[in-house]
């Protein structure tokens, strides 16, 4: 079964500064997605940014970037400028490809918190 | 479009009663998922249905729970004679296809008590 860490509990950073969030995983596939959603306070799972493991180019979103070692089955998520609406639950996220089963495994997530 | 609707929001129920999650998924949608969130832990697999067929249910208890996804309607978690550590937030995600494709839309889930 495949198994996901996020071994940072709780990361604080200062506004406008850059905080990088760690993930690993463990899997012995060689095709699958990786993830990072985002719950703030209302509860709402929010996707934050994609990966597909056969894609070696790491995926960007605005702000957020992902530094992606598939070796190393490590996939962390940088997020530069940091802003006050970005204080929430961070979970990392694994998904085989293919069909069939189709459910993610989450990490226990990171608490993140942003200091004006 | 309204997104994935779950209701109710928050559930309270007293140990050995019945307790009935509601998701209405994304238009168009016809795959949808159930996760469960413990405190302080990240969302659990529990189901994967599709339109009036369950796909997997791996992560659902062998008891007490029960998952359906009918032709006309939304999908109901049904989870009979609940006891305190069925007491959670209840998540329902919703696809256009393969999730991890098409993109998976979570609602804000159902906070289930039980007093």
């Known amino acids: 079964a495949q198994t996901v860490t996020q071994s940072q509990p709780e990361m604080s950073v200062q506004e406008a500064e850059t905080v990088t969030l760690s993930c690993t995983y463990d899997t012995s596939e060689s095709d699958y997605y990786l993830f990072w959603y985002k719950q703030p306070p209302s509860r709402q799972m929010i996707l934050v940014i994609r990966q597909e493991a056969y894609k070696q180019q790491n995926a960007t979103e605005n702000r957020f970037s992902v530094n992606f070692q598939k070796a190393a089955k490590s996939f962390s998520l940088k997020i530069s400028d940091s802003q006050l609406g970005d204080a929430a639950m961070y979970f990392c996220a694994y998904k085989n490809s293919g069909g069939g089963a189709d459910g993610l495994t989450f990490g226990k997530g990171t608490h993140l918190i942003i200091q004006p | 479009n309204a997104g994935v609707m779950q209701n109710p929001r928050h559930l309270v129920r007293r140990r050995g009663q019945e307790a009935r999650l509601r998701c209405s998924p994304m238009?168009?949608?016809?795959?949808v998922y159930w996760y469960r969130q413990l405190p302080e832990e990240g969302l659990k697999f529990m189901v994967y249905l599709q339109k009036e067929n369950i796909i997997d249910e791996s992560g659902m208890p062998k008891e007490r729970f029960s998952a359906e996804f009918p032709k006309e309607g939304p999908s109901i978690l049904r989870i009979q004679q609940v006891v305190r550590g069925d007491s959670a937030a209840y998540f329902c995600a919703s696809s256009h296809g393969e999730g991890a494709r098409y993109g998976y839309t979570f609602g804000s889930g159902t906070r289930l008590t039980v007093v």
């Open positions: 238009k168009g949608h016809s795959h």
